[in-house]
C-alpha cells in the first residue's frame, strides 16, 4: 500500500516546487509589474498619447541592417543635430563611429586613454560627452570635422565612483539641453539613473562645481533587469530608457512615472525577429527612433498614424 500511495504526496509536491519557481522566475523577470504596466498604458493611451513620444505608435521601418565595413561591437548612439548624423563609440578596438541616418559609416576616429568606452552624447556644437564604464569617469571630448583622433588626455574629466561594479558601470547618456542636465544610466546592481548638473563645464565664467542627484523612488519602478542605453526628448522633456535583457524601451515622464513602452522582441512593432543585445538608442529632430545592437546592426523605428 505505501508503493501505491506514494506518488499521491510526491505530486503536490512537484507541482508546488514547479509553482515556486515559477514565481521566482516571474519576479526575475518583473512580469507581474509589466502586465500592470501594460494594462496602465492601454488605460491611459488618449491621455498621454498627444504630450508624450508615445512608443506603441512606433514600427520598425528598417531592421538588422548590418553596418557594412565595422567588425567591433558598438556601443550606445547619439544624434548631432548639426551634422543630422549619428555617432556611436566601439569598446575593443576604441573608435567614434559616425553613421549616416541609414547607417552607413561616414567616418572613424581612433580613441586612445579611454579604457572601456561604452557611450557616447551630443551636448552642443562639437561637443561630447564620453563615458568609461568601468572606472565610472565621463570625458568631454571635442569633435570638429577634421578631428583625426580623440585623446583622453586632452579632454575634460569627472570621476564618480558610485557603487564601482565592474563591468556594470555607466552604460548610457542622455542630455537635456534646457536643464543642463546630464543623465547617466548605470547598468545594474544597482539599476540607477543619476542627474549631473555642472558637467560638461558650459559656462567659464562661472566656478566648476558639480552636484549629482539620485532618485531611488524613480529607480525602483524602472521594471527592466538592466539598462543599455537613455535618450532625452527635449519636446516632452521624457526620457527613454533601453533595456537590452528586457528587450524594451521605457517612456518615463517629468516624475520618472513609465508611461509608454517600445518592444524589441520578434513579431511586436513591426519587428521581423527579436534585437539582439540592444545597446544604443537615439531620437533624430523629426521624432525617429534609432537602436543599435551588437555586434554591428543597425534599426529605425518610424511612428505611424494614429487610429
Known amino acids: ?8 504526496f510526491l505530486l503536490p509536491a512537484v507541482l508546488l516546487l514547479l509553482l515556486s519557481l515559477a514565481a521566482v522566475a516571474a519576479q526575475q523577470l518583473r512580469l507581474f ?4 504596466f501594460k494594462l496602465q498604458e492601454w488605460r491611459h493611451t488618449s491621455e498621454w498619447r498627444e504630450r508624450s513620444v508615445w512608443l506603441p505608435d512606433y514600427v520598425a521601418t528598417l531592421q538588422a541592417q548590418p553596418i557594412e565595413g565595422l567588425e567591433d561591437d558598438v556601443s550606445a548612439l547619439t544624434f548631432d543635430p548639426d551634422r543630422r548624423s549619428l555617432f556611436t563609440v566601439t569598446n575593443k578596438n576604441s573608435e567614434i563611429i559616425e553613421l549616416t541616418l541609414d547607417g552607413k559609416i561616414i567616418r572613424r576616429i581612433p580613441m ?36 583625426a583622433y580623440v585623446d583622453a588626455a586632452d ?12 563591468n556594470k558601470g555607466f552604460e548610457g547618456l542622455a ?10 544610466a548605470k547598468e545594474r546592481d544597482p539599476l540607477s539613473i543619476y542627474e549631473i548638473h555642472g558637467f560638461p563645464h ?9 552636484h549629482v542627484v539620485n532618485d531611488p523612488e524613480r529607480d525602483a519602478r524602472l521594471f527592466v533587469r538592466d539598462l543599455s542605453s ?10 527613454l530608457a533601453l533595456s537590452d535583457e528586457s528587450h524594451l524601451v521605457l517612456e518615463l515622464n517629468a516624475d520618472g512615472q513609465p508611461i509608454s513602452s517600445l518592444s524589441l522582441l520578434g513579431g511586436r512593432q513591426g519587428l521581423e525577429k527579436t534585437v539582439p543585445q540592444a545597446e544604443g538608442v537615439a531620437m533624430d529632430d523629426q521624432g525617429r527612433l534609432y537602436v543599435v545592437s551588437e555586434p554591428n546592426l543597425f534599426y529605425v523605428f518610424e511612428k505611424k498614424p494614429a487610429e
Open 175 to 184: 542630455y537635456d539641453s534646457q536643464g543642463q542636465r546630464l543623465f547617466v
Open 33 to 36: 509589474e509589466r502586465g500592470w
Open 112 to 147: 586612445t586613454g579611454f579604457g572601456d568606452p561604452e557611450a557616447i552624447e551630443y551636448i552642443s556644437t562639437d561637443i561630447y560627452v564620453i563615458t568609461d564604464e568601468r572606472q565610472q569617469r565621463l570625458f568631454r571630448v571635442h569633435l570638429s570635422e577634421d578631428t
Open 202 to 210: 558650459t559656462d567659464p565664467d562661472k566656478p566648476f562645481a558639480v
Open 1 to 8: 500500500m505505501r508503493r501505491l500511495t506514494r506518488p499521491r
Open 230 to 239: 537613455l535618450q532625452y526628448d527635449e519636446r516632452s522633456g521624457h526620457l
Open 155 to 166: 579632454s575634460e574629466q569627472l570621476s564618480l565612483g558610485i557603487g564601482l561594479n565592474g
